[in-house]
């Protein structure tokens, strides 16, 4: 008899996990053509608004943007733009990720030294990382060495607000039960603390994605091509002087799609097997 509601007991618990897996599958499949439809829709739109309103001079259609971009593509001028510019951007990512990570451990640790960041965050976080060009430019040169620096002041303040606001939401029952097991300091916060401010850290490392493009393309047109190359900012700014259009929507697509796909499988892929795995959220 209780061996009989024991196998009906796992057999339900079976159909029940099956169930919520088809849910699950089915979900992620609406979710996908309904975003699939609307770039349908959206890409339509573009290909024949142009021509009614008759502004195609202004406005490419699509298929003339996607031909600018294609042959762009396929003789290399834009591969070495973006090239350039993604190395510019993960320099100054990993830069500020790695700064943003200690100045946070050190706001932790030290409360005098927290007093401190608060204050140069509220100076510098409102701060555009484009009002600091000329500076950076007398400071450290035409160079690529300039835009770095403009992204990591761009991403450092957003990454140090979203880490500190998790590290505060953290229960403090969390942290008593470390300091039990004779965790203290930089172990503290590795073991105990990341782990559980892990969604708002990451929601400050997909604004830090975002903003460095911003300092990137915005810098660019300011002041021009970095170095030999130039990134795609120096691309759009130089096929707009050109009157190239459809060079420059190329261009414009081209950080659009990066965006996209770091933000579909890189981001998305972490918050997937970590936040959602935990059953976290901000």
């Not at 009906?8 to 499949?29: A, F, H, P, Y």
């Not at 943003?100 to 990382?129: E, Q, W, Y």
Request: with cysteine; charged share 15%.
């Amino acid at each position: 008899m209780l061996t009989g509601k024991l196998i009906t007991s796992v057999i339900s618990c079976g159909r029940d996990r099956s169930l919520m897996l088809n849910n699950q599958r089915s979900e992620k499949i609406k979710s996908t053509a309904t975003k699939v439809s609307f770039l349908v829709a959206l890409f339509l739109l573009w290909e024949f608004l142009p021509t009614w309103t008759q502004s195609d001079k202004i406005i490419p259609p699509f298929h003339e943007v996607i031909k600018a971009f294609w042959v762009n593509l396929w003789t290399g001028d834009l591969l070495k733009h973006v090239g350039y510019s993604l190395e510019l951007i993960f320099t100054g990512i990993a830069i500020g990720i790695l700064l943003a990570f200690v100045l946070t451990a050190l706001c932790i640790i030290s409360k005098r030294f927290n007093d401190v960041m608060d204050v140069v965050i509220s100076i510098m976080h409102p701060l555009p990382g484009i009002a600091l060009l000329p500076v950076v430019m007398l400071l450290a040169g035409l160079g690529a060495k300039s835009i770095v620096i403009i992204i990591i002041h761009s991403i450092l303040w957003p990454l140090i607000v979203n880490a500190l606001a998790g590290f505060n939401s953290i229960p403090k029952i969390q942290t008593e039960l470390g300091k039990n097991l004779g965790m203290k300091g930089l172990k503290l916060i590795w073991l105990v603390m990341i782990p559980n401010a892990f969604p708002y850290i990451l929601s400050g490392i997909k604004i830090a994605w975002a903003r460095s493009w911003r300092a990137l393309v915005s810098a660019e047109m300011v002041f021009g091509a970095s170095g030999m190359i130039g990134g795609l900012g120096w691309y759009i700014y130089k096929t707009r002087f050109f009157m190239d259009v459809s060079g420059m929507f190329a261009g414009l697509i081209s950080v659009i799609i990066i965006g996209m796909v770091v933000d579909e499988l890189v981001l998305k892929s972490i918050e997937r097997n970590t936040v959602q795995k935990w059953g976290m959220s901000v």
